[in-house]
C-alpha cells in the first residue's frame, strides 16, 4: 500500500524517518518536502565527480574508489554537461521502520530536461544518508541545483521482512563509493 501526507505524518511522529523533516512542500525553487503521497528529498551541496577517463582505465563496479574521482561542493547551480554524472547526497538522514520501504523518482522538472536521479530501493530498517548518481542524458547542458528538490520517495507499507537491510551501505554518512 502507497503511503499518503497523513500516513507518512504519522510514520514519522512514530520513527523519526527524515531528518530534517519538512511538513508541507516547499516551492520555492525545485520543491521539496511533503507530498500528497511522497516525500521530496534535496541534494546536498557537496558532489564526487570521476576524473576523466584514460585509456584502458575502467570503472568497476565492485571497487568504484578504484578510479579517481574529483570532490567539489557548492551552493550554487552548477552545469552537468550531456552524457556525464556526478555523485551526490541527501539532505536528509533516513531511517525506514521494520515494514515500510520506500523508492524514489526523479523530480519532473529534471527528467523534462534529460537528467535522471538514480537511488536504489530503500529497504525496511535501511539508514544513512543517501548517495544519489545524477546523470545527463540529453544532449545539452543542464543546470543542477544543490540544496533543492532532487527525487520523490515513495513509501510502501510491507509485511515485516524475515531480516531487514543488513547491506555494506547500512549506516553510510555521505557520498559512499562502491567498496
Same mark, same amino acid.
Given at each position: 500500500? #502507497?503511503?499518503?501526507?497523513? @500516513?507518512?505524518?504519522?510514520? @514519522?511522529? #512514530?520513527?523519526?524517518?527524515?531528518?530534517?523533516?519538512?511538513?508541507?512542500?516547499?516551492?520555492?525553487? #525545485?520543491?521539496?518536502? #511533503?507530498?500528497?503521497?511522497?516525500?521530496?528529498?534535496?541534494?546536498?551541496?557537496?558532489?564526487?565527480?570521476?576524473?576523466?577517463?584514460?585509456?584502458?582505465?575502467?570503472?568497476?563496479?565492485?571497487?568504484? @574508489?578504484?578510479?579517481?574521482?574529483?570532490?567539489?561542493?557548492?551552493?550554487?547551480?552548477?552545469?552537468?554537461?550531456?552524457?556525464?554524472?556526478v555523485l551526490a547526497k541527501s539532505v536528509e538522514y533516513i531511517k525506514m521502520p521494520q515494514d515500510v520501504m520506500a523508492i524514489a523518482l526523479t523530480k519532473s522538472t529534471y527528467a523534462r530536461v534529460g537528467v535522471f536521479a538514480n537511488i536504489t530501493p530503500l529497504d525496511a530498517m535501511w539508514r544513512g544518508i543517501l548517495t544519489i548518481e545524477i546523470a545527463n542524458l540529453g544532449a545539452h547542458p543542464v543546470y543542477i541545483y544543490p540544496m533543492e528538490g532532487i527525487a520523490q520517495l515513495l513509501f510502501f507499507k510491507i509485511d515485516k521482512p524475515e531480516k531487514g537491510y543488513d547491506g555494506k551501505y547500512q549506516g553510510q554518512s555521505g557520498i559512499t563509493l562502491a567498496k
Open positions: 500500500m #502507497l503511503l499518503n501526507d497523513k @500516513q507518512i505524518k504519522e510514520m @514519522q511522529e #512514530l520513527h523519526g524517518v527524515l531528518t530534517p523533516f519538512v511538513d508541507h512542500k516547499v516551492k520555492e525553487g #525545485l520543491s521539496y518536502g #511533503l507530498g500528497c503521497h511522497g516525500y521530496d528529498i534535496r541534494i546536498d551541496k557537496e558532489f564526487l565527480i570521476p576524473k576523466k577517463p584514460k585509456k584502458g582505465v575502467f570503472l568497476d563496479p565492485k571497487n568504484s @574508489q578504484s578510479f579517481g574521482w574529483n570532490k567539489f561542493e557548492t551552493e550554487e547551480r552548477f552545469i552537468l554537461y550531456p552524457k556525464t554524472f
